[in-house]
């Protein structure tokens, strides 16, 4: 097979793992989040601050822009299909949120073993301003995403 036919086929592997974890991922979809691309080892994922995710001193809720990131982390590392889950993870929250920013979360895989990875993902917000750096660890389980056609 050439490069370019197993590119694409590894772009439509991790199209089809993504949407099926994303069809079966109920918290995000709860929270409003909207699946933008995805490539192997990388997603992109959307979420507009509402004013439920708001909290008592007017900014977005630390723990819901980490469930931004996590939600981007847990896409890019089920790109190539084998069922993945999150070991560690942690943020960094650069300026504060509001009521009506749209975050976009942007995973890439910085390092992987066939059991382990790691992942960086940037949260900014619709004016391109960087407002959270997130770090995860993946763990590979067993089993796969979907079934391999």
Same mark, same amino acid.
């Given at each position: 097979?050439? +490069?370019?036919?197993?590119?694409? @086929?590894?772009?439509? /592997?991790?199209?089809? &793992? %993504?949407? *099926?974890?994303?069809? $079966?991922?109920? &918290?995000?979809?709860?929270?409003?989040?909207?699946?933008?691309?995805?490539?192997? +080892? +990388?997603? $992109?994922?959307?979420?507009?601050?509402?004013?439920?995710?708001? #909290?008592?001193?007017?900014?977005?809720? @630390?723990? /819901?822009?980490?469930?931004?990131?996590?939600? *981007?982390?847990?896409? *890019?590392?089920? =790109?190539?299909?084998?069922? =993945?889950? &999150?070991?560690? %993870?942690?943020?960094?929250?650069?300026? &504060?949120?509001?009521?009506?920013? !749209?975050?976009?979360?942007? %995973?890439? !895989? /910085?390092? $992987?073993?066939?059991? #382990? @990875?790691?992942? !960086?993902? =940037?949260? =900014?917000?619709?004016?391109?301003?960087?407002?959270?750096?997130?770090?995860? $660890?993946?763990?590979?389980?067993?089993?796969?995403?979907?079934?391999?056609?």
């Amino acid at each position: 097979m050439s +490069g370019r036919s197993d590119a694409a @086929g590894r772009q439509r /592997l991790a199209e089809r &793992a %993504a949407a *099926a974890l994303f069809a $079966r991922d109920g &918290a995000s979809q709860m929270l409003g989040m909207r699946l933008e691309a995805v490539h192997p +080892g +990388g997603a $992109r994922v959307l979420m507009k601050v509402r004013a439920d995710m708001v #909290n008592g001193h007017g900014v977005c809720h @630390g723990g /819901l822009v980490f469930a931004l990131a996590d939600s *981007a982390f847990a896409f *890019a590392c089920n =790109t190539g299909n084998e069922s =993945t889950v &999150a070991a560690a %993870a942690s943020i960094d929250f650069l300026i &504060a949120v509001r009521e009506g920013d !749209e975050l976009t979360a942007e %995973a890439r !895989e /910085l390092w $992987r073993t066939p059991r #382990n @990875g790691i992942y !960086e993902i =940037t949260v =900014t917000n619709q004016r391109g301003e960087r407002v959270a750096l997130f770090r995860g $660890r993946s763990y590979r389980i067993d089993g796969m995403v979907v079934n391999e056609e």
